[in-house]
T-cell receptor, first 115, second 114 residues
Framework: EAQVTQNPRYLITVTGKKLTVTCSQN?????MSWYRQDPGLGLRQIYY???????DKGDVPEGYKVSRKEKRNFPLILESPSPNQTSLYFC??????????????FGSGTRLTVV | DAKTTQPNSMESNEEEPVHLPCNHS???????IHWYRQLPSQGPEYVIH???SNVNNRMASLAIAEDRKSSTLILHRATLRDAAVYYC???????????????FGKGTKLSVKP
């Protein structure tokens, strides 16, 4: 089944403890992206990647890192999480960013709580 | 990206058609109109997209005004499972870089009554 898989689904952590949220897609998509969703603020893009080794900042990149060493994986790294990063995170992929007629496939989400 | 305007919320009865409007008066000739929906506790889900002509798929229909300044997502027979937030998004065609990213607005929250 074609899908985007995020892990973990739920995570509670403490301030300052480094964590990684994994994202993997099995559709050979070039483009991947991370969003966060907060009440009243909607979905906001954190980082995106147009292909292997090519990443760029979205609207809210502060406090996050990403890497794209292989096509299928796009992990989101929080090196020193803070409570304001408590949010619902979604990973998405698409065949190509440059072609607007492709739809995105989203993962099921990771609910992160930083205490 | 050009901006879209949608009602904050709409209500529908089960098994009746639903017309979800979207205004995009500043749309450019190269913008595709995309619709996504987000069911409770799930990630957004692609619904349909179009450029100029009306489009149909198994989930919905998309009616695009002749001047392209507005569009309507049509659910032909609403079910309880269609209760979700529906997002109308414009995406530029054949652009690299951040212009082609999917930028979400607030969307329309659709409630479906039994």
């Amino acid at each position: 089944e074609a899908q985007v898989t995020q892990n973990p689904r739920y995570l509670i952590t403490v301030t300052g403890k480094k964590l990684t949220v994994t994202c993997s897609q099995n559709m050979n998509h070039e483009y991947m992206s991370w969003y966060r969703q907060d009440p009243g603020l909607g979905l906001r893009q954190i980082y995106y990647s147009m292909n292997v080794e090519v990443t760029d900042k979205g609207d809210v990149p502060e406090g996050y890192k990403v890497s794209r060493k292989e096509k299928r994986n796009f992990p989101l790294i929080l090196e020193s999480p803070s409570p304001n990063q408590t949010s619902l995170y979604f990973c998405a992929s698409s065949p190509s960013l440059g072609q607007a007629f492709y739809g995105y496939t989203f993962g099921s989400g990771t609910r992160l709580t930083v205490v | 990206d050009a901006k879209t305007t949608q009602p904050n919320s709409m209500e529908s009865n089960e098994e009746e058609p639903v017309h979800l409007p979207c205004n995009h008066s500043t749309i450019s000739g190269t913008d595709y109109i995309h619709w996504y929906r987000q069911l409770p506790s799930q990630g957004p889900e692609y619904v349909i997209h179009g450029l100029t002509s009306n489009v149909n798929n198994r989930m919905a229909s998309l009616a695009i005004a002749e001047d392209r300044k507005s569009s309507t997502l049509i659910l032909h027979r609403a079910t309880l499972r269609d209760a979700a937030v529906y997002y109308c998004i414009l995406r530029e065609m054949n652009y690299g870089g951040s212009q082609g990213n999917l930028i979400f607005g607030k969307g329309t929250k659709l409630s479906v009554k039994p």
